[in-house]
């Protein structure tokens, strides 16, 4: 699995990071997986034209010492669909700054 990946989280950045993930992104039902919703200005043709699988996400797990970001693009309502796969580079890099900006906000030094 294509990851961003940032370890060695303290516990007082894991508790800030964790208090960020519950107010602003929603639960999958799975403990410490988040889903981030991709922008929808950056959908690939394909994503764009499967109006029945969107909206997409990706997925973040949290972990006490890690957090995850995979790069594959999901939907929550299906799970196989040739519109599911690895971030575009131009998704990638999205989903890359708005993780780190995450960071930036809550005073986290990586």
């Not at 997409?56 to 796969?85: H, Q």
């Amino acid at each position: 699995m294509k990851q961003y990946v940032i370890d060695e989280l303290r516990p007082a950045d894991y508790e800030k990071i964790r208090a960020y993930l519950d107010e602003n992104l929603d639960a999958s039902g799975l403990d410490d997986i988040y889903w981030m919703p991709l922008d929808q200005d950056i959908l690939s043709n394909v994503q764009a034209e499967h109006t029945k699988c969107q909206p997409f996400y990706f997925a973040i797990d949290l972990e006490p010492t890690i957090m995850a970001c995979e790069l594959l693009v999901r939907s929550k309502n299906i799970i196989r669909c040739n519109c599911i796969g690895y971030a575009t580079e131009k998704q990638r890099n999205w989903f890359i700054r708005v993780v780190d900006a995450i960071f930036e906000k809550l005073e986290i030094k990586t």
